[in-house]
C-alpha cells in the first residue's frame, strides 16, 4: 500500500483512540502491556538519514550532497530519490548509489548515528503519559543490541520514558544481531509479550507487523503510524487504527 494510501485512512475521531487507550490503560495498571516500534514510529529517522548523506557529500566532495537535510527524505527510504532531491541528476544517481549505500550501512544501524532521530510530534508526552497510568512500556525494534546504548540515548533527549524504568516496567527489546529477519524476530517477541500481561495495544508503522499484531492479539487496539514504511505492498486488515502522530490536541486553530 502506497504511503498517501495509508496516510488517507486517518480517521478523524484519531485522537480519541489514542485517549481511550490511555484510560485503559490506567484502569489495568502494571497489568497492561503496551508494545511500541522505534523508527518510523516513535523516531523520525530522517535526521539520521541526512547527516549520512551529508557526510557522503562531504567525504566524496559532492557539494548537493552536503547540503542534505530531513526533508529531502520525504518520500520514505529510497536513497535514489533524497538524491535527487537534493539536486542530483538520474545519471549521476546511477552511478553513485552503490558507494552511496555501502557508506549508508556501515552508519545506519549504529549507535552513534541512531542519536540523530528526533521524536515523532507528540510522541514523548504521550509516552510520559503510558507511563503515568502504570502499565508496562515494551519498545519492541528490529533495531539490534549493538544500538542499545544510542538507542537509550535517544529516548532520553526526546523526552520520553527510557528502560529499566521504574518498578521494571519500561523494556527494550532488541533483536541479538543486524542478520536477524525483522519479521520473524517480531512474530517470535509476541510470546514474551504474551507473557507480561494484558496487551492492550501496539504500536508500528510496518503494516506487515500492524497485521501481525492484530492477527496475534485481536483484543487489543492495533495502531499504525501514518509515516513511511519499507514500500512493500501490504493492506492493513480491519480494525486497524492508522494515526499521524501523537500530539493529542490539535493546535493548528488556536488563537
Not at 490503560?25 to 502491556?33: D, F, I, T
Not at 556501515?106 to 507528540?122: H, K, L, N, P
Not at 500481561?197 to 508503522?205: E, I
Request: charged share 25%; with cysteine.
Amino acid at each position: 500500500m502506497a504511503f498517501e494510501d495509508l496516510k488517507q485512512r486517518v480517521r478523524p475521531d484519531w485522537r480519541d483512540t489514542l485517549k481511550g487507550i490511555l484510560a485503559r490503560a490506567r484502569s489495568l495498571g502494571p497489568q497492561a502491556v503496551l508494545a511500541f516500534d522505534l523508527d518510523s514510529t516513535l523516531f523520525d529517522n530522517r535526521p539520521r538519514q541526512a547527516r549520512i548523506l551529508r557526510e557522503y557529500g562531504d567525504a566524496r566532495a559532492l557539494g548537493l550532497l552536503s547540503a542534505c537535510e530531513p526533508h529531502h527524505w520525504e518520500t520514505g527510504w529510497d536513497m535514489r530519490a533524497a538524491m535527487r532531491a537534493c539536486g542530483l541528476g538520474d545519471a549521476d544517481v546511477e552511478q553513485l548509489f552503490a558507494d552511496a549505500r555501502a557508506f549508508w550501512q556501515e552508519r545506519f544501524f549504529t549507535s552513534a548515528y541512531c542519536v540523530s532521530d528526533e521524536a515523532i510530534e507528540g510522541a514523548g508526552a504521550f509516552m510520559q503519559a503510558v507511563a503515568a497510568t502504570g502499565a508496562q512500556v515494551v519498545y519492541l525494534t528490529g533495531r539490534h543490541e549493538a544500538m542499545r546504548e544510542g538507542t537509550i540515548a535517544c529516548l532520553a533527549r526526546c523526552g520520553m520514558v527510557t528502560p529499566p524504568g521504574e518498578g521494571g516496567r519500561v523494556h527494550l527489546v532488541m533483536k541479538p544481531t543486524l542478520k536477524e529477519d525483522d519479521d520473524a524476530f517480531k512474530r517470535e517477541a509476541h510470546a514474551r509479550l504474551g507473557r507480561m500481561g494484558t496487551v492492550l495495544a501496539a504500536f508500528d508503522n510496518e503494516p506487515t507487523h500492524a497485521n501481525d499484531y492484530r492477527q496475534r492479539f485481536p483484543e487489543a487496539t492495533v495502531i499504525h503510524l501514518a509515516t513511511d514504511h519499507s514500500g512493500r505492498a501490504v493492506e492493513l486488515l480491519e480494525g486497524i487504527v492508522s494515526v499521524p502522530h501523537f500530539a493529542l490536541e490539535d493546535v493548528t486553530h488556536r488563537a
